[in-house]
């Protein structure tokens, strides 16, 4: 067990804080990484201010954070994809019961059993998993993605969330040269839409109220 520095919420109404959490040692299948950069998404200010109480009410204090980049520092005896050094990242997910159909089927996120990254109960410690706004933080080597050496860390934090949120559609409905995207909105999500259509050389429009963006 090891104490890692965090910064947490105490309420929905406090700001976030300095504090400590505790992680766990890694398993076997488990992977142990040194946060280096992680970004912020919207859904971590509407789980800190409990705007979900009705679905997912918030756990205080809570530690947010779900697009975590850092350096492995530790492995479990079973891991084969990850040694100490490499680059990693984590998104939205850290477990899944890994025997359900859906996660059979490679669908983790449909799990009925899946562990979120953060304010989510964690079977390994008994209480409730925490974020990215931290130094550390342990997770099973299926939820651990390569990191390539030439990116920029930080740019490459957000990929976790907004980057896959709108790649996975992309991929699905094939969107590829000669195909048309449009992007709805030109925020978080949707800047990052119009560039991953445009890398995959769609003719791309955006959709939007402001002449601005």
Request: hydrophobic share 35%.
């Amino acid at each position: 067990m090891y104490k890692a520095k965090a910064y947490s919420a105490r309420s929905a109404t406090s700001p976030l804080a300095s504090t400590t959490v505790a992680r766990r040692d890694p398993n076997e299948r488990d992977v142990q990484i040194e946060i280096l950069f992680c970004g912020i998404c919207h859904s971590d200010l509407h789980q800190v201010r409990d705007e979900w109480k009705n679905v997912m009410p918030t756990v205080y204090p809570c530690v947010p954070g779900h697009e975590i980049v850092g350096r492995v520092s530790k492995v479990g005896s079973a891991v084969a994809k990850f040694k100490p050094g490499d680059l990693a990242a984590v998104g939205c997910m850290v477990d899944s019961d890994g025997t359900c159909p859906e996660c059979q089927a490679g669908l983790e996120q449909f799990c009925p059993n899946v562990t979120l990254t953060y304010n989510a109960p964690d079977k390994h410690l008994g209480s409730v998993t925490y974020g990215g706004y931290s130094e550390r933080v342990v997770v099973d080597e299926r939820f651990v993605l390569q990191v390539p050496s030439n990116l920029d860390l930080a740019g490459a934090a957000p990929l976790l969330c907004a980057g896959i949120t709108t790649y996975s559609p992309m991929r699905h409905w094939g969107v590829t040269k000669g195909k048309k995207a449009g992007v709805v909105g030109l925020g978080g999500l949707g800047h990052m839409g119009v560039k991953l259509a445009h890398a995959l050389g769609a003719h791309v429009v955006v959709f939007t109220t402001s002449t601005k963006k």
